[in-house]
């Protein structure tokens, strides 16, 4: 499996899948979130959770696995750009 170079946020994406037209009050309200925490995601502030991601695929017709691989990538990418512990093995 190949690594992504810092993949992009979830909340970009999503941009993407919203109509121009469309606002962000107005996106929220068809989601059954508050504008902030649509903002939030839109703006890489927060993550997809589960319960978005379910919200997401009922609302666009994607998969929420999408939008959770999607996330843990970039969380995991991002992890992989800070110090890591030193971390002694457990099994041989």
Known sequence: MTRMHNPAHPGEVLREYLPESLGVTEAARRLGVTRQALSAL???RAGISA???LRLEAALGTSAEMW???QA???LWRARQ???PKVLKIAA
């Open 51 to 53: 319960e978005m991601a």
């Open 68 to 70: 959770i691989e999607m």
């Open 82 to 84: 800070q110090p890591q």
């Open 73 to 75: 990538g970039h969380d």
């Open 42 to 44: 839109l703006n890489g």
